[in-house]
């Protein structure tokens, strides 16, 4: 298992609200068992938390855990590359076999027979 380089007191300092509260033996065991949990230690870097925790205990509760890996997800997730492709060469024409007023609104029918496929 690759050894965590992260600094366990910044760690801590990071996501709890009062630092001058700080339990930091409870807290310190807690950087423990995330770490454990999730041992990625770019996921912890890159962790943002839009408010500030009383205590890292509340990551092993149901809404932590949900939260963590959720973010765990996202943080892995690898999509593939979007393929493009040419629009030029489709075989959908304008079949322009009746004159519609386009102010006037077209029903299902007359929209649909606007477009046809090419005839080869």
Avoid: H
Wanted: net charge positive.
């Amino acid at each position: 298992m690759k050894s965590i380089n992260l600094n366990k007191k910044e760690f801590v300092k990071r996501f709890i609200k009062d630092s001058s509260n700080i339990l930091w033996p409870r807290e310190m065991k807690m950087v423990k068992s995330l770490l454990k949990i999730f041992p990625n230690e770019d996921f912890w870097n890159n962790l943002e938390l839009k408010f500030k925790l009383n205590s890292l205990c509340w990551f092993l509760s149901d809404d932590g855990r949900k939260f963590l890996n959720t973010e765990y997800k996202k943080f892995n997730l690898n999509l593939p590359e979007v393929k493009k492709f040419k629009i030029e060469n489709n075989n959908i024409a304008f079949e322009n076999k009746k004159t519609y007023d386009l102010d006037k609104a077209l029903n299902l029918r007359e929209f649909l027979n606007l477009w046809q496929k090419k005839t080869f």
